[in-house]
């Protein structure tokens, strides 16, 4: 089967995946709001994949009682973090945070709650390990996921500021004390030089 435009589009670039959860009911305009929201992240996927039935306790929700819970599946083009996302949401649907939870769709709870597969007698008699997943946690957290992040972050601000006009100053190689030229003579050895110097002149 041949790839589609999308299928190109998400293979050529980073793109940000997120799942967005939100707890008790959401009408057709608060739906159109939230797309509308994400826009301002430059929305790539936006589709509604699921709408659990009223529970005593939701999951992913310890704090909310007898409801239902709506989940979007959301790519964007533009950097972001859940955190903010979570904080820029709740503002703008006027709806308490703790009613939204927006995760990477690869996080390791989102795997958990994921269809698991069946397999024929004891999962200790398997080696390998099958059903456990392979996953690279850098890819959600830690220092090299801030480092990409925030690299990220700086490349769309030059972007941006090259776009307006603005002229960019150029970056030189960092330096530290270590690099600059070294007095590599102890103070003793060199008291001791002019000491010399100066008996050879008879001074």
Known sequence: MSKTFKDYLFESKKMYPFKVKIAGEITSDQEGTLKTLLDKYQVVEFKKSAKTPVQALPLDFPRIQN??????????????????LI????NGLRINEQRIVVRNPNEPSEEYQRPSETYD??????????E?????????Y?????????????DDLKAQRKARGEVIPTEGVA??????????????LKSKNIGIAK?????
């Open 67 to 84: 409801a239902e819970v709506s989940i979007w599946d959301v790519t964007l083009d533009y950097p972001v973090t859940a955190f903010e």
């Open 87 to 90: 904080n820029y949401l709740g």
């Open 121 to 130: 007698g004891a999962l200790l008699n398997d080696p390998n390990y099958k």
């Open 132 to 140: 456990s997943p392979n996953e690279d946690f850098n890819n959600y």
């Open 142 to 154: 830690g220092d090299k996921y801030n480092a990409s992040f925030v690299k990220a972050l700086n």
């Open 175 to 188: 330096q530290t004390t270590n690099d600059l030229p070294q007095n590599n003579t102890s103070p003793v």
């Open 199 to 203: 008996t050879a002149n008879g001074k």
